[in-house]
T-cell receptor, first 115, second 116 residues
Framework: EAQVTQNPRYLITVTGKKLTVTCSQN?????MSWYRQDPGLGLRQIYY???????DKGDVPEGYKVSRKEKRNFPLILESPSPNQTSLYFC??????????????FGPGTRLTVL | AQKITQTQPGMFVQEKEAVTLDCTYD???????LFWYKQPSSGEMIFLIY??????QNATEGRYSLNFQKARKSANLVISASQLGDSAMYFC?????????????FGKGMKLTVNP
């Protein structure tokens, strides 16, 4: 089954404790992206990757890191989480974004709470 | 810069009636794509429909259609014959080139409630 998986689905942590949210897709997609969703703000892009070893900042990259060592995986790293990073996080992938068939497929989301 | 505007924070509709969800966009790119996603209370993002900027006809997918008015820069979603399961958040998004890279920009979303 074609899918994007994220782990963990729920996480409660404390300020400053490094964490990683994993994202994996099995569709051989080139484009992967991380978003955060906050009430009243919609989805905002954190980082994206056009292909292996190619990553770039989105609209709200501060406090986050990513890596793309393999095509299927795109982990999101919070080196020193702070309470303002409490949010719902989505990973998404698509073949690219260039054509109508290149729809972004979303993971199930990770609800992160930073105390 | 690309921007998506969804001005309706929430709407109510009776079951079996049609409803239109508004979306306006701003871009200077001649080539772009417009998407609608549904987010039910369970949280997942579900792709509904896509419209390309060069598409001559409005996109349709089952009960969903997109009223694309290029000159007005609007891409409204029309849901015909609403069902209770249509109650959800709906997001409009635009794909385009920004800073040499492809990006997808989302609106803030709107909440649709279908009443029995």
């Amino acid at each position: 089954e074609a899918q994007v998986t994220q782990n963990p689905r729920y996480l409660i942590t404390v300020t400053g404790k490094k964490l990683t949210v994993t994202c994996s897709q099995n569709m051989n997609h080139e484009y992967m992206s991380w978003y955060r969703q906050d009430p009243g703000l919609g989805l905002r892009q954190i980082y994206y990757s056009m292909n292996v070893e190619v990553t770039d900042k989105g609209d709200v990259p501060e406090g986050y890191k990513v890596s793309r060592k393999e095509k299927r995986n795109f982990p999101l790293i919070l080196e020193s989480p702070s309470p303002n990073q409490t949010s719902l996080y989505f990973c998404a992938s698509s073949l690219s974004l260039a054509a109508s068939t290149d729809t972004q497929y979303f993971g199930p989301g990770t609800r992160l709470t930073v105390l | 810069a690309q921007k998506i505007t969804q001005t309706q924070p929430g709407m109510f509709v009776q079951e079996k009636e049609a409803v239109t969800l508004d979306c306006t966009y701003d871009t200077s790119d001649p080539s772009y794509g417009l998407f609608w996603y549904k987010q039910p209370s369970s949280g997942e993002m579900i792709f509904l429909i896509y419209q390309g900027s060069y598409d001559q006809q409005n996109a349709t997918e089952g009960r969903y259609s997109l009223n694309f008015q290029k000159a007005r820069k609007s891409a409204n979603l029309v849901i015909s014959a609403s069902q209770l399961g249509d109650s959800a958040m709906y997001f409009c998004a635009m794909r385009g080139i920004q800073g040499g890279s492809e990006k997808l920009v989302f609106g803030k979303g709107m909440k649709l409630t279908v009443n029995p």
